[in-house]
């Protein structure tokens, strides 16, 4: 098997796997209750907080665990718009971010919010001018996403924070899930409020996360309770996920710092590869996120493509795992080139650290073979 779609998911680590298990059966107490066993509870948790923290170089005062990066969008978004709304409610995005920040912030349009669609260029990249013109004296957030899930563009991340220094009341969100262990991102340095990330995109276990506050931010709740993680989220804490997360996230930045390039080397050729082989148009930006390789095959279904490739025990993907079983049409792809066709036949190739040169040579070639098999059949 391989298996080329850690954009949508990451296999976890059995280290990650056994730190879950073993708190599961033995620290399995309430962090909250008064007894022995919640104090266990209570403090694996706090040393999970702690670690993560010094992971992203910030407080541990500014972690807040979450279920992933869908509430962690979420609670920034709308918690700071609801905590702002006296400053005004103007709130800046981009038209390709995942859809659990598009959504959320149509959802705020319900309540009178104005939302500003910045538009992005070929290579999927929004324009720092063009985010300067925007902004207002009524504007309370801008949030972009460090790395598209879809094509893999970085966006000018440190520009924007430079630019959002001149304008301190408004907050900076990042949305930095394909990025963490990938692309390096200074949340002190960039001027960032508000940052989320995701475990399972990271090796670590679905349904954790984290979105991280800095100090002094005001946050409204999206669900009121009994008041814990400093009442924000409300609900009993998943201690043995939340460590797992920490394990993962130091095990994922460990083997970021020894990759020496050859994630890099992996993605110039499958780059190439796509290149050369004719009716595929690459969508990724030539010097995009080393993981993600987005391309089209304009009159091909992706979904045929995928499953034609499953058989060969290659798993790629279509758009966001989010939205593939929704709809065909990328609206990435229809953003950056204007071309339906195009939109419609995306597929996405993404890898991790645990990748190898040699599953991509087989990926080409299998590529190209079903690509030849299908064009035969259309003839």
């Not at 996230?249 to 290149?275: C, H, P, V, Y």
């Not at 390789?293 to 758009?319: D, M």
């Amino acid at each position: 098997m391989i298996y080329f779609d850690n954009s949508a998911t990451t296999k976890p680590y059995p280290e990650v796997i056994d730190s879950f298990i073993k708190v599961s059966t033995d620290y399995f107490g309430n962090p909250s209750s008064l007894h022995g066993l919640g104090a266990k509870a209570e403090n694996l948790l706090t040393q999970a907080r702690r670690q993560v923290a010094e992971l992203l170089q910030v407080k541990s005062m500014e972690i807040c665990f979450t279920s992933g990066g869908t509430e962690g969008n979420n609670l920034a978004i709308k918690g700071a718009a609801h905590a702002y709304s006296g400053r005004g409610k103007h709130i800046i995005t981009t038209v390709m971010e995942h859809a659990s920040i598009k959504e959320t912030c149509k959802s705020l349009e319900e309540e009178g919010y104005e939302i500003t669609y910045l538009q992005v260029d070929s290579d999927g990249l929004v324009s720092v001018e063009e985010l300067k013109k925007a902004l207002r004296t009524d504007t309370i957030l801008v949030s972009i996403m460090s790395v598209n899930n879809e094509v893999g563009s970085i966006q000018p991340i440190a520009e924007i924070g430079q630019l959002l220094k001149e304008w301190p009341q408004v907050l900076f969100h990042v949305d930095h899930v394909q990025g963490i262990g990938k692309i390096p991102l200074d949340l002190t340095a960039g001027k960032i409020d508000l940052c989320t990330i995701s475990g399972h995109k990271f090796h670590g276990l679905k349904g954790t996360g984290v979105l991280y506050i800095r100090d002094g931010i005001r946050v409204s709740p999206l669900f009121t309770g009994g008041n814990q993680e400093a009442r924000l989220r409300s609900g009993t804490e998943n201690v043995a996920g939340f460590v797992a997360l920490a394990k993962a996230l130091r095990l994922t930045l460990q083997k970021s710092a020894q990759d020496d390039g050859k994630l890099t080397e992996i993605r110039e050729m499958l780059f190439q590869g796509l290149n050369d082989m004719q009716g595929v148009k690459i969508n990724s930006p030539k010097h995009g996120a080393p993981h993600i390789i987005n391309f089209s095959i304009p009159g091909i279904k992706s979904e045929v493509f995928i499953h034609s490739l499953e058989e060969k025990e290659i798993y790629l993907s279509t758009t966001s795992a989010c939205s593939s079983k929704k709809k065909s049409v990328s609206d990435t792809v229809l953003a950056m080139f204007h071309d339906q066709r195009r939109a419609e036949s995306v597929i996405r190739i993404s890898t991790s650290y645990g990748n190898e040169h040699y599953e991509a040579e087989l990926v080409l070639r299998e590529i190209k073979n079903t690509l030849l098999k299908l064009q035969k059949v259309m003839r």
